[in-house]
Nanobody, 120 residues
């Protein structure tokens, strides 16, 4: 019943910007850690940015200073503002929701992904 739906991907020139959105449903959004991951062709999925329920954030070194993660708990939505995009940012971007396991139950959900292509 948990659903994460990403949107906002597309084709952009180097130096351009995109804002990704992830709308969550079927979960108590405010208590989850939310993250953005990406996977380029032939590479492993990597963590891009993460935001906990209290608002603290983490960024991969490769995107620090260029990307900003934020959340709106009233809208059950997490965002990724992507500025100064580089061709190396080209990947499928995935939204993730996580909270600690309880009594053997896992709470780790993924969206379907949205394609970001940075090309001149």
């Amino acid at each position: 019943q948990v659903q994460l739906v990403e949107s906002g991907g597309g084709l952009v020139q180097p130096g351009g910007s995109l804002r990704l959105s992830c709308a969550a449903s079927g979960m108590i959004f405010s208590i989850y850690t939310m993250g953005w991951y990406r996977q380029a062709p032939g590479k492993q999925r990597e963590l891009v940015a993460r935001i906990i329920s209290g608002g603290s954030t983490y960024y991969a070194d490769s995107v620090k200073g260029r990307f900003t993660i934020s959340r709106d708990n009233a809208k059950n939505t997490v965002y990724l503002q992507m500025n100064s995009l580089k061709p190396e940012d080209t990947a499928v971007y995935y939204c993730n929701a996580w909270r600690p396991p309880v009594a053997g139950a896992k709470y780790d959900y993924w969206g379907q992904g949205t394609q970001v292509t940075v090309s001149s």
